[in-house]
């Protein structure tokens, strides 16, 4: 149950309106304000009213519950707020210069024209940047573009209007229950535009394409008297409504990849086996898939804005642990199983120190004290651009272990962990070396196993 008034003493403001009248302006946590005049108002009480949550959720018979108004609306027929793409606040202008997550070192001379956006990764769905989510909580963020999609071919869609407020209304063929939604058109710049002709709303997915140098686009619904699609995608900067929907955040499709067995599994005559070939691939000397510190699943680019453990809005990282190899964060452990897990700092050590490192132009052969070989290749590391930078010049590959080193201060530095890397110096590839990479950057993964 919640309070009537979800706020707290500071967000009662009272602010002068006349020499002669004041009033009271009360903040709620959807976005949406009233303001009353403080001469009507005789007292304030907190009561409880019933579940928020369960009282504008309306379930349509689909894999989410979906929200019955906009949010920073209180009524169906409300506008509502217009939001950016992945900001949690609406403003007055909607330009590309007032952009939170625009490049702000962004020129037209050495840079590609998506560089103008840090982009948000694959689906900002439950994450910082879903204002349904960061505004409402729980369980509510902002739908995919397959949830817009289901609910737009389980739906019969109606041009009609509610309280003088033209819109349409989606009636689900599974159970016959309705949500509205009013065409309260977007803003680009200053401009309210399409104002009751049409409905523009935020997906939570960002345009797919296989080249990600191309300009940064995110999928959005358009709902009008003959159109119901969510198949355009726009500037990120632009003003659209955004509708929440209720239920967990859908699990990415595991990858399939092969894994080895226990023939061929490497004994070097140290104190674990390694893996023959990276994590996504299936020969030794090829590249396989770059993946970020504690993540899972690979991703189309990589860089601290789409990284799982940073808070952008306060350039933070999250402290998850301090050793990772065989926990929930170990992404070879998750995509391998069968005993695979992540090395650690000291098998890495052993690794260096133990063995004979041959050098080739692609990378070394490593062998161990037993006479048998492993060979690690120089796959670079994943950019922001979503293809490897320095491949063939320098391999990093991943390490169970996080940078724990403190500043002065006593802080911790969690923008590291810690990894295996070669780099190269000329035309020679430089000795093997323990030492720190970024967490949020893409790097290859060589199992071990017990």
């Known amino acids: 149950m919640k309070k009537l008034l979800t706020l707290c003493l500071a967000a009662l403001a009272i602010t002068s309106v006349k020499a002669e009248s004041k009033v009271m302006r ?34 349509m018979g689909l894999s ?41 070192d962004y020129n037209d001379w050495d840079c590609d024209e998506w560089e103008k956006y840090f982009k948000l990764g694959a689906t900002i ?3 910082q940047y879903d204002v349904a989510h960061m505004k409402w909580g729980d369980k509510w963020r902002m739908p995919t573009r397959a949830e817009w999609n289901e609910l737009i071919e ?22 016959g229950n309705s949500i509205f939604f009013p065409a309260a058109g977007n803003m680009v710049d200053e401009k309210h535009t399409h104002d009751q002709l049409g409905c523009f709303l935020w997906t939570a997915t960002e345009y797919e394409q296989s080249d990600i140098s191309q300009e940064c686009r995110n999928y959005r619904a358009n709902l009008d008297a003959t159109n119901h699609a969510a198949n355009g995608y726009d500037y990120p900067e632009v003003g659209f409504n955004v509708r929440a929907v209720y239920g967990d955040v859908p699990e990415p499709e595991k990858p399939q990849y092969t894994v080895p067995d226990d023939s061929q599994m490497v004994d070097l005559g ?17 590249t396989g898939e770059f993946i970020c510190w504690g993540e899972l699943l690979p991703k189309q680019y990589t860089h601290s804005y789409n990284y799982k453990f940073y808070d952008a809005y306060n350039d933070t990282y999250e402290d998850i642990a301090d050793q990772i190899s065989n926990t929930e964060y170990d992404c070879a452990k998750y995509l391998w199983g069968n005993g695979w897990r992540l090395p650690t700092k000291e098998e890495f050590e052993e690794l260096v120190t133990q063995c004979t490192w041959t050098v ?91």
């Open 64 to 104: 989410v519950k979906w929200a019955s108004y906009n949010v920073g609306a209180s009524v169906p027929e409300g506008y509502g707020n217009f939001y950016a793409y992945g900001e949690i606040e609406p403003k007055e202008e909607y330009r590309y210069e007032n952009y939170v997550w625009r490049y702000p």
């Open 270 to 286: 140290l104190s674990v086996k390694w893996a023959p070939f990276n994590i996504g691939t299936n020969a030794e000397s090829r």
């Open 26 to 59: 009360i903040y709620f946590g959807d976005g949406t304000s009233q303001t009353i005049t403080i001469e009507n108002v005789q007292k304030i009480a907190f009561e409880d009213q019933g579940d928020i949550t369960t009282d504008r959720m309306v379930d």
């Open 125 to 127: 769905t439950g994450t």
């Open 154 to 175: 389980n739906c019969n869609w109606t041009w009609t209007g509610i309280n003088g407020v033209t819109g349409i209304l989606a009636t689900s063929y599974i159970n």
């Open 360 to 450: 080739s132009s692609s990378g070394y052969t490593v062998t161990g004290p037993n006479g048998n070989t492993m060979f690690l290749p120089a796959c670079g590391f994943m950019t922001y651009k979503g293809a490897p930078r320095s491949a063939s010049e320098s391999g990093y590959y991943m390490c169970g272990d996080a940078d724990t080193r403190t500043r002065p201060n006593g802080e911790k530095m969690l923008s590291n962990a810690m990894a295996l890397k070669f780099t190269r110096t000329g035309y020679t590839l430089n000795a093997p070396e323990v030492g720190y990479f970024s967490k949020a950057g893409g790097i290859q993964v060589r199992p071990v196993h017990e």
